[in-house]
Structure formats: C-alpha cells, structure tokens
C-alpha cells in the first residue's frame, strides 16, 4: 500500500539531512499512513481501475461505496443469481456528494442515490446485489492528509527514543508521551473522517 508523503519529506521536517536513520522513519512512514487509514475509516490510496460488489441495506437508501473517482458501470443482481444482469442507464442514479469540490476540499464520491425507478435490490441474509465498475481512490493525496502523516511519523520516530513512555522529568516528575492524538493531526483529518451512522 502507498504512504501519504514520502521519505525526503519527513527528513525535511525532522531536520535529517544524513540517511542512518532511513530504514526507521520508512517504517514509522508506513505505520502512520496505515495509522490515518484507521482513524479516517478510509485510504487515500490513487484512483486505479477496479469492480467492487455491495450489498445495500434498503431499496431507496443511499449506497454507501468505497471512494470513487468514476463510474464505468453500475449492475444490479434482480433474480439473486449473481449474474448482475440490469446495467442502470447513468439517468437511474446520482453521484454523491453533489459538490464534490466544496470550500476548498475536494473528495470523491462516496455514496449513490437511485433516482426515481431505481432502486437497490436487498436480501435477508445480506448479499451483494450491486455492482460498480469504475475508478476507485483519490485523484491525489489531499495536503491535509500528508501533513498529518508528517506530523504522525514524527511522533512515532520520536517516540523510540522514550520506549518506556517517559519524555523527560520535571519538577513535577516524569513527563510521559500523551496516549491522545495529537491535536493538530486531528484538526488535519476531521474533515476526511468518514462517519458511518
């Protein structure tokens, strides 16, 4: 899987200019991006081409999806016998959300609405009955995103030299490496957060 900023970037924000260091940071750079995969609920992986198959949970409900760049084909599976044998005309359906561009943050689409005839065909036990055929991922890695991955990195190349949890001492006592997350790395992903009601 790819990481969210490379390996010149980080040294660049630490202040590294040698490459002792380089196998260490590669692998806080990897364990961070998947770390930002977890607490967004998504990747931020670059749009390839690829099928998924869904299984909706209502008939006029909105599809949740993986991201999605773009649409080659939507099939649904009426008769359950995994033929996915109605394709839906591109009228039949709606890509979500509307402004995909909004505020200065650009996403993907993430969920399908059918429009009027249309509809998710649902089963009990849930199977998959739609299929999508398309491009899945980001355009491009939000900067929010790598600067997160930056910062988390950091944290965590840092945090081998205190491995048992303690930063240093003070008058107070030890002063320990905070087990929240890091503020502005969550200020960085709260609006890629997916929330899943």
């Not at 991201?67 to 099939?75: A, E, F, M, Y």
């Not at 890091?182 to 997916?194: F, G, H, K, M, S």
Request: aromatic fraction near 8%; include cysteine.
């Amino acid at each position: 899987m790819s990481t969210y900023a490379n390996l010149s970037q980080v040294k660049a924000a630490l202040r590294i200019t040698d490459a002792i260091d380089d196998a260490l940071l590669t692998t806080a750079l990897e364990a961070a991006s998947r770390w930002v995969d977890g607490w967004c609920d998504r990747d931020f992986a670059p749009a390839a081409a690829g099928t998924a198959v869904y299984a909706p949970t209502g008939r006029m409900d909105d599809l949740l999806v993986d991201d999605l760049t773009s649409v080659t084909s939507i099939s649904i599976d009426e008769d359950l016998d995994e033929s996915y044998g109605t394709t839906l005309r591109e009228l039949d359906y709606v890509l979500l959300p509307l402004n995909a561009s909004s505020g200065g943050l650009t996403f993907p689409y993430s969920r399908i609405r059918p429009i009027e005839e249309g509809y998710w065909p649902t089963t009990a036990p849930s199977r998959p009955t739609v299929r999508i055929v398309g491009e899945f991922g980001w355009p491009a890695v939000p900067g929010a995103v790598r600067e997160a991955t930056i910062l988390q990195t950091s944290r965590l190349y840092t945090r081998l030299s205190s491995p048992a949890g303690v930063v240093s001492f003070g008058d107070m006592g030890a002063i320990r490496v905070s087990r929240f997350v890091d503020p502005d790395v969550e200020l960085l992903l709260e609006p890629y957060r997916r929330v899943r009601l």
